[in-house]
């Protein structure tokens, strides 16, 4: 028998025990309406893990790194879940974004301490303590994987996992936009059974192209069937509701076919029997184009949802995070903060934006200084600290997105932000 990981080991654990710019004359407290900085973590874009080359598919291509790479890219974070030691385990999605240039890239859990106090001189550091390699050592996916062989390692031509929850006996649950399917792992990372599909809710049949689940153009058993999701349109958001009983999972766009394009569908899923328990809700994306890519519980029937665009740096317009009731007939929806315009009064990100413009080769950063926002075009993971803050993470599509400083890869930044307005559970 393999033996379990420290990360397996802990999980298990855990599951049974329940200012610079001197010159600079602007404000020192933000507005009513937008949240403040109160804390930053950088790891940088070149932060590699142990592993296999990778990238392969990616060379010769112009990019903002050269491919191949010699090992794993610590990158594309899109799903947070913290731990009562005060670490956190980050999600990495397929690697570079697609089904074929990914077939390298094993899949995989990171655990993380973030040191975010450190105000005025520079951000905090991230710590990549240790990861678990995502596989199926029981032959339960039922199509050809990338690495067939023992141990049948998962890699981001198989799934591409969007979000995480820990369960309280250690079990983890996995969302995947390829499929779109949900994924039940072992703390150590084996699949636990069979992936599940995410059945049609009834309203939406008529619009499903005769599927009775969603399929995106990546979805492996789709076989000569149309897919009804546009590509990259299946499961971003992933929430454990307030009792452990139920996962609550958000589809990140509409059908092809649905006359309403912002139209988005929350559903409802029973963890004991692994199966979708028939009750769903619908919302309305602020622009037809609007991804949904997060979810995060609150209360009984209350989350906080992240909406953005597609676009980048000075491009961006749309990345903010709301607060919807599905109690509430039809379901409402309220602003809780925009990440493009938020405010760095204690000065975290100053010296760097001071530093920026001094130095031509860094010249054009975004959205650093007292004015600050997060302009990435994958904002995936969100956290509720408190009733006041929010921790949140970009995926930095390494090594695409250049959001923050055209012409550089994309760091993975974590911000700890405080709301003007505490929300209510």
Known sequence: MKKPSALAVTLIFLSLISSGGGCRQTETRPTDTAARLTGRAVLPADTFGPGPATGQALAGKDLLRKAPFEAVPVQGFSSLVPLPDGTFLALSDNGFGARANSADYPLRWYRLRLDLENPASGSGSVSVLEHVTLRDPDSLVPFLLTCPEQPRHLTGADFDPESLALMPDGTLWVGDEFGPFLLHFSPDGALLQAPVPVPVVPPLQEFA???????????????????????????????LGPDPDHLYVSVEKALLDDPDQTRRTILEFDPATARFTGRFWFFQADRNDACVTTLEALGPGRFLLLERDSFEGDQAALKRVYQIDLNASPVTKTLVCDLLDLRDPDGFTWAEADAAEANPARKGAIGLGPRYSFPYVTTESLLVLDPETLLLVNDNNYPFSQGRRPGRPDDNEFIRLRLSKALQP
């Open 209 to 239: 192209r005769g599927l009775d689940h969603l399929s995106s153009p990546d979805n492996p058993t789709l076989g000569e069937a149309p897919p009804n999701l546009p590509g990259s349109g299946g499961l971003e958001g992933m929430a």
